[in-house]
């Protein structure tokens, strides 16, 4: 599929994978390119090649990319004990930041990459120059939904994604089903995402994301747009929720002429 065949794009290049400790943590991310820092944040369960093979050879050609993967994600170990959720990973995030002394960096987030992009601007104002945010939401459910969450199946995800977690992950092939129930439990928290309120408070210019077709609906995604000030809003048509590996096209320079303004 698409995501696997731009993932090659990303072999070509030179090794550039390191390692920082942050909270316990032996937190993985790539560095690309110079320039004005872009902080890349992928998707859950995900790596930073599925979610991002489009836009580093791209984005690295006048910028400096900055690709994090999260604790159980791609090349970073799960810790037992170490808290899965939005603002655990928000404040790992924010840590690795300052110990790289990078602030005032744009931030290209996909996904759950997205809500922890919001989240900085929300908490860490200071880290944060621009937020580019694809696929999030308010994490509102019923009963009913949650509950459809908690046993939400992990097929959902296409095989690939599960090969490309045995090639990478250093916890190996067998934990796929220990961080994909902590990733689920995450995600069947009712409210997971940024409140309205809390949303009005960011100040940091932000371009909202989604696909036409996308898990997050017009309506919800008009709700966001409209409770961040000056928030601008580009909705892909014909597009599901992976917008940056199904429309790279489209959305590389849109981001680029985002990120780029003075």
Known sequence: MRL???????????AAGEYAEVHGLKMY???????????LLHGGMGDTHLSFAAQI???AQHHRVIAIEQIGHGHTADVAGHDVSYETMTEDTAAFLVQQGIRNADFVGFSDGGQIALRLAFTHPELVRR???????LGAMSPAEQKSMQSLSVSIFPKEVQEEYARVSPDGAEHWPIIWTRVRAMWAKPGWGLALPELATIKAPTLLVFGDHDFTGVEEAGRIFHAIPG???CILPGTRHSTFSERPEWLNPIVLDFLDRN
Request: hydrophobic share 55%; glycine share 14%.
């Open 231 to 233: 928030a601008e809003l």
């Open 57 to 59: 050879p791209v984005f």
């Open 131 to 137: 937020v580019v945010a694809s696929g999030v939401g």
């Open 29 to 39: 991310y790539e560095v690309h390119g110079e320039g004005r820092p872009i902080v």
């Open 4 to 14: 696997i065949a731009l993932a090659g794009f990303l072999l070509a290049l030179p």
